[in-house]
């Protein structure tokens, strides 16, 4: 009698042991499978695949909150790295939060690459701010292009508006030096194109040389995405197709809203990334299309925080983009380029 009980606890035992074998072995067989493909690299969109590295708001519309919605309705894949993390933008009374250094943003990259994630047909960058972390930006650069020598950079320096800066010194010339001349794309501002030009911008035809020496720095569309000439505000856009012939050169005229708000800049260098690789051969076409989308959103922002009881000229706007989501798939185009001769 106890002989055959123990006969079936060993049985027992048996079976158990075989089990667990059975269940490791497939445990094994599951850690060792390969991954599902990456649907945006096996069966890429017609649009593109997007690495966006800008500064990213819990709360309110800057950096990728203002960039990667917008270009996900315009049918790319995005993929957000946050060069810093806030509560909300800086200029509430007080904001909280994270900055991502040089280090930790390789550490991304190189997590990245090991999985084979790292190709992107364009890369995207905002606000960044210290010399180690736009370093290590140009290294992704260098990496993204070892896996793709086509991928489009397009390069928003966000260096300050207006005669301020908003950044350290030092970075004006890391800019100036070896952002400029490794970007497809750039859209400064005013004050940002006469830090990285060294040249002074009074009217039109200066913010059109800017852009010629912008050029001969490197990258072949230029974007100066608000000057104002004469109390007139502009967009001067130039597309240098081939490189010593001079460049296809316009300006859209643009009116003034009496408001400030925030994450413009961010949203409009998303859509004239969006746009132009729509229309690669037409900067101006995109750039009607971006101004269009982006004036209409800000006509909504005042009339929603009108509604709502607000002095919109008391304190910065937070955009309405989500709300908009119509105008920036389909903006009608209300401003149009005025081609220079």
Not at 125 to 154: A, E, H, M, Q, W
Request: charged share 20%.
């Amino acid at each position: 009698m106890l002989e055959s009980v123990f006969i079936g606890i060993g049985l027992k035992s048996e079976l158990i042991q075989s089990f667990f074998v059975f269940r490791s072995r497939r445990s094994i067989k599951k850690s060792v499978m390969a991954p599902p493909p990456v649907l945006a690299l096996a069966l890429p969109s017609g649009t593109g695949r997007v690495l966006s590295i800008q500064s990213h708001t819990v709360q309110g519309y800057v950096g990728n909150k203002s960039a990667v919605f917008p270009l996900q309705l315009l049918g790319y894949d995005v993929d957000p790295i946050n060069s810093v993390q806030f509560s909300n933008h800086t200029g509430y009374p007080t904001f909280k939060g994270q900055v991502l250094n040089g280090d930790q943003l390789w550490d991304l990259i190189e997590g990245l690459e090991a999985n084979n994630l790292l190709y992107y047909t364009h890369l995207l960058t905002g606000y960044i701010g210290s010399v180690s972390f736009l370093n290590t930006v140009l290294k992704v650069v260098d990496k993204l292009r070892s896996i793709n020598p086509n991928l489009t950079y397009v390069c928003d320096p966000v260096l300050g508006d207006e005669g301020k800066l908003y950044v350290a010194q030092e970075l004006v010339s890391v800019y100036r030096e070896k952002v400029v001349p490794v970007a497809s794309m750039l859209t400064p501002n005013q004050f940002e194109a006469e830090l990285l030009t060294g040249f002074r911008i009074v009217s039109e035809q200066d913010g059109r040389e800017a852009c010629n020496i912008l050029h001969a720095a490197g990258p072949s569309k230029v974007v100066l995405t608000s000057i104002n000439i004469d109390g007139n505000l502009l967009l001067i856009g130039s597309h240098q197709k081939e490189k010593g012939q001079p460049p296809a050169q316009f300006r859209i005229s643009i009116p003034k809203i009496p408001a400030y708000f925030t994450g413009t800049g961010d949203l409009m260098t998303a859509l004239l990334l969006g746009w132009s690789n729509k229309y690669p051969d037409n900067l101006d076409k995109a750039a009607e299309l971006s101004v269009s989308s982006l004036q209409a959103l800000l006509v909504r922002t005042v009339n929603d925080y009108t509604r709502a009881g607000h002095d919109c000229q008391s304190s910065s706007l937070e955009i309405r983009l989500v709300q908009s989501q119509d105008d920036i798939r389909n903006p009608e185009i209300k401003y149009k380029a005025e081609i220079y001769n």
